[in-house]
């Protein structure tokens, strides 16, 4: 998140920036009243413009990683549901070899108290 509201504080620092250049540069030239008002007006519209240009992008940008951040989330989370799936089944397996194996061992217990008559 703070990368995401450092670049929007860049781009807006520029679109700002970039206009008040822009309208110092006019102030400052020599020209008419009816000069200035064309080059502010232009100067306005071209600014316009590249901010309307600049805003479609980032909505196409972030509706990409939107959709990309989505389908990793999905990707992870059935990952996530196997692995899990397949440590549930080696966890009944181990506890049922133990049991196969305790049951055993009380088996042959048994055989050896009774063959010494304990």
Not at 34 to 59: H, M, Y
């Amino acid at each position: 998140m703070s990368r995401e509201n450092s670049s929007n504080g860049v781009l807006v620092g520029a679109i700002v920036g970039g206009a008040i250049g822009a309208i110092s540069a006019l102030l400052f030239a020599p020209k008419t009243g009816t000069d200035l008002r064309e080059d502010l007006a232009s100067k306005f519209k071209a600014i316009s413009e590249k901010t309307r240009d600049i805003a479609t992008t980032v909505g196409h940008t972030t509706k990409d990683l939107a959709a990309t951040v989505g389908q990793n989330t999905k990707d992870l989370a059935t990952n996530i549901k196997d692995e899990a799936g397949d440590l549930i089944d080696h966890a009944k397996q181990s506890n049922q070899t133990i049991m196969d194996n305790f049951s055993s061992k009380k088996e042959d217990v048994k055989d050896e108290l009774a063959t010494t008559g304990r």
